[in-house]
């Protein structure tokens, strides 16, 4: 039973323009919220996380929204450059426990 | 200097062997995982060891038998291999139990091919 969706895939993008990642959950007791990044043959890497007393976080070009009623996340990368060509893990866990809960991920291609 | 280190990378044996994956971390961190990456890309948690202290044991088979000599090493044994078992396993490790007390850190995987 898969607790948290990332329906896309794929997604391609051109550089400089936006790049949406989305991810959608189905537990409600999920209060922390991240996403990884993955190259190929390495393993995933912290991109930025949320807590869901927020709705929004920023670093830099990544953006991440909360949307707890809608039980829904994005990544907002922008302006999106061919290094984040990627595959982008969402997860999520409850009382910040270590036991991640993952999306199958949805690989990003930006265009040069 | 790799933070968080699998050997081996690629593991192709026949079902029935018995083989073991080890993984070390060097961050100082005393939290460390295994993790499964199936066919399907779907990544899910197997173990997770805090000082050398079992504290998550996930429904995976007692085939799979982790071992944690030390905080900095936790070691993945996988007896009778089933074709199932066909997977990437990712090493992780932490500081702290917690997901909001920081991020985690992967090793590179470690893909195993059962024949």
């Known amino acids: 039973d898969q607790q948290v969706k990332q329906n896309s895939p794929s997604l391609s993008v051109q550089e400089g323009r936006i790049s949406i990642l989305n991810c959608d959950y189905t537990?409600?007791?999920?209060?922390?919220f991240l996403w990884y990044k993955k190259y190929p043959a390495e393993g995933p890497t912290f991109l930025i996380s949320i807590s869901s007393i927020k709705d929004k976080n920023e670093d830099g070009r990544f953006t991440v929204f909360l949307n707890k009623s809608a039980k829904h996340l994005s990544l907002h990368i922008v302006p999106s450059q061919p290094g984040d060509s990627a595959v982008y893990f969402c997860a999520a866990s409850i009382n910040g426990a270590n036991n991640l809960f993952f999306g199958t991920g949805t690989r990003l291609t930006v265009i040069p | 200097d790799t933070a968080v280190s699998q050997t081996p990378k690629y593991l192709v044996t026949q079902m029935g062997n018995d083989k073991s994956i080890k993984c070390e971390q060097n961050?100082?961190?005393?939290?460390m995982y295994w993790y499964k990456q199936d066919s399907k890309k779907f990544l899910k948690i197997m173990f997770s060891y805090n000082n050398k202290e079992l504290i998550i044991n996930e429904t995976v088979p007692n085939r799979f038998s982790p071992k944690s000599p030390d905080k900095a090493h936790l070691n993945l044994h996988i007896n009778s291999l089933e074709l199932g078992d066909s997977a990437v396993y990712f090493c992780a490790s932490s500081q702290g139990t917690g997901a909001g007390t920081g991020e985690l850190f992967f090793g590179e995987g470690s893909r195993l091919t059962v024949l």
């Open positions: 537990n409600s007791m999920f209060d922390y």
């Open positions: 961050l100082g961190h005393d939290t």
